[in-house]
């Protein structure tokens, strides 16, 4: 059983950075996807960024230049660096899943496998 667990949220003020992690767990299919999320109550999830396993990374244009995803493979453990944060990053992001895909489109119906999800607050 795959399990994914988020952690590194927090409230940060505007123009702030913050390094979300997602420890992966219960899977050893070599190929894969891996995405982050968020979303805000009463809105559709956006998805962000995604990540196969040889490190291919895609972003989504609204966080192109300021997010970057990220795997370390040793420690199993997806990453979501997000820079120059703004008030409306605010939402909770959730790290997600998918096993034996070769493509990894930043899609929430693609994933099958999802985290609790962490809360990201950004405001003065």
């Known amino acids: 059983q795959v399990q994914l667990v988020e952690s590194g949220g927090g409230s940060v003020q505007p123009g702030g950075s913050l390094r979300l992690s997602c420890a992966a767990s219960?899977?050893?299919?070599?190929?894969?996807?891996l995405a982050w999320f968020r979303q805000i109550p009463g809105k559709e999830r956006e998805g962000l960024a995604s990540?196969?396993?040889?490190?291919?990374?895609r972003h989504a244009d609204s966080v192109k230049g300021r997010f970057t995803i990220s795997q370390d493979n040793a420690k199993n453990t997806l990453y979501l660096q997000m820079d120059s944060l703004k008030p409306e990053d605010t939402a909770m992001y959730y790290c997600?899943?998918?096993?034996?895909?070769?493509?990894?489109?930043?899609?929430?119906?693609?994933?099958?496998?999802w985290g609790q999800g962490t809360q990201v607050t950004v405001s003065s």
């Open positions: 997600a899943a998918r096993l034996g895909l070769g493509v990894c489109p930043i899609l929430s119906y693609v994933y099958n496998y």
């Open positions: 219960g899977y050893s299919d070599n190929r894969y996807c």
């Open positions: 990540i196969d396993n040889y490190g291919s990374a």
